[in-house]
């Protein structure tokens, strides 16, 4: 809906469904509420003008967005194409940023198994040369005790 303003104080042409109207801008001083009262005594609520008005806006966005461009896409498929392209990128972004986390925290636990292997390798040495020692003091212990039961 379109309102212009006359050059007399209160005196409007509205158009309204499509006609333009000469109509007078008045207020209901009980609901504090403006309307317009045409020539013909229609009365044409202020509010019903600005939601008219905003309908209006939105037929024209939707008539823009359904235009088509140089490309053969409306304007509505480019940003639905660019919003598609936009959510794969952040899935690739999303799944990158994960296999890192993963490749860190395998390294990670390569590390700890190396060093676990590498502390096992040591008990184990330690565990044989220990072994060996008592083996050795056990060999001597029975040479004694055999020598002591010849005599």
Do not use: C, P
């Amino acid at each position: 809906m379109q309102i212009e303003k006359m050059e007399t104080g209160k005196q409007y042409r509205v158009k309204y469904m499509g006609d333009w109207l000469n109509a007078t801008l008045k207020e209901d001083e009980s609901v504090k509420q403006k309307f317009f009262e045409t020539e013909a005594g229609e009365t044409i609520l202020y509010d019903e003008v600005d939601a008219i008005k905003g309908q209006t806006q939105l037929y024209q966005l939707k008539m823009a967005l359904n235009q088509e461009t140089k490309y053969g896409l409306t304007f509505g498929q480019i940003l639905s194409l660019i919003a598609v392209v936009g959510s794969i990128f952040m899935v690739w972004l999303s799944l990158n940023i994960r296999v890192a986390q993963a490749e860190v925290r395998i390294e990670e636990l390569e590390k700890g198994r190396i060093e676990n292997a590498r502390s096992i390798q040591q008990l184990y040495q330690d565990n044989r040369e220990d072994h060996k020692e008592m083996i050795n003091k056990l060999d001597r212990l029975i040479e004694r005790v055999q020598m002591k039961g010849i005599d």
